[in-house]
């Protein structure tokens, strides 16, 4: 995306909703990642942040318009 180009709503939730993530990891969890491995956060599969973050990456890869993810 160029310097010219203005987010659209779905890249500026998605921007939006990573921020409160990385805030979350670094800030409450002193973890760079949710992700599991040998030191995961235990709150990986029920966490609603994380949860809100998944829907933010698919609404901003198919800005809006549904359907299911098709690579």
Same mark, same amino acid.
Request: hydrophobic share 25%; charged share 30%; glycine share 6%.
């Given at each position: 995306?160029?310097?010219? *180009? ?5 890249? *500026? %939730? ?7 993530? %990385?805030?979350?990891?670094? +800030?409450?969890? *002193?973890?760079? +990642?949710?992700?599991?491995?040998? %030191? /995961?956060?235990?709150? /990986? ?7 809100? @973050?998944?829907?933010?990456? @698919? ?9 299911? /993810?098709? /690579?």
């Amino acid at each position: 995306m160029s310097e010219n *180009q203005e987010k659209d709503q779905w890249e *500026q %939730n998605l921007e939006n909703v990573k921020a409160e993530l %990385n805030s979350c990891q670094l +800030s409450l969890h *002193q973890k760079e +990642s949710c992700q599991p491995d040998n %030191n /995961f956060c235990e709150k /990986f599969f029920e966490c609603e942040l994380r949860k809100k @973050y998944v829907i933010a990456v @698919y609404e901003s890869m198919n800005k809006g318009s549904g359907g299911g /993810f098709e /690579f």
